[in-house]
């Protein structure tokens, strides 16, 4: 009842000092939508150590505006979650370790604010539909860590998958001949494949080097890709 009175009395007061007022005083007012926070996913970075290390950079449009949120990976029924650290300068980062990802399949990821305004002109939007499909790049790439001549006819080479992704080793060459007598040993499959992170040795038999000659060796994997590595017999 007294609400009541009281919207009467500012739409008289309204009426007589012009209607602009009147108005004014019983609807709220919309915000422009420049002014608007919105919040964007600007850069997606991965480390593949032993744990796989995402850093997401955000940007608030409006930076005196101070915010105050979480970035989640969702990957099927799995989640990783990191607090914002938001910059003056309008920008955000955050780092995800995600311990058991598969780095075969895709992933979202999301920001949500945890504090949103209350009031209507100061609402903010936009985070609802910040998110983002990531893909993994797969990187294939193979270390040669050593070459050693243990015996006349007998060349073993170590080498090391350093790459995101299991790897198959298709041949080896010496001076761009290729070798066929190899016998595979570490962390090799029966299929020569190497998985990433693993190390393992390739041997190659009845090939009878000269001490003090330079040789160079090359590991060529099936997706077409070489990694050469050259030393001086011994």
């Known amino acids: 009842m007294h609400k009541a009175v009281g919207y009467i009395l500012f739409l008289i007061i309204g009426l007589a000092i012009g209607v602009p007022v009147g108005i004014f005083v019983l609807m709220p007012q919309t915000q422009n939508l420049d002014e608007q926070v919105k919040v964007t996913i600007q850069e997606i970075s991965c480390t593949l150590t032993e744990h796989t290390v995402m850093e997401i950079v955000l940007e608030n449009n409006v930076p005196e505006r101070s915010l105050k949120g979480n970035v989640t990976i969702y990957q099927d029924e799995k989640q990783w979650t990191s607090e914002v650290k938001w910059y003056f300068t309008g920008y955000g980062t955050a780092e ?56 006349a006819n007998q060349t073993v080479i170590s080498v090391t998958n350093t790459g995101s992704d299991i790897l198959t080793v298709s041949s080896v060459t010496v001076d761009d001949l290729a070798k066929t007598n190899l016998s595979y040993g570490g962390s090799f499959a029966t299929d020569h494949s190497i998985a990433k992170g693993a190390t393992g040795t390739i041997t190659i038999n009845g090939w009878t080097w000269t001490s003090g000659v330079k040789y160079t060796f090359a590991v060529l994997t099936a997706s077409g890709n070489k990694y050469t590595y050259t030393t001086t017999a011994t």
């Open 96 to 151: 995800i370790i995600c311990d058991s990802i598969n780095e075969t399949r895709n992933f979202r990821i999301k920001y949500v604010e945890n504090h949103p305004k209350a009031t209507y002109l100061d609402r903010i939007i936009a985070w609802d539909e910040v998110s983002i499909t990531y893909v993994f790049m797969k990187t294939e790439e193979l270390k040669i860590t050593s070459i050693i001549f243990p015996s």
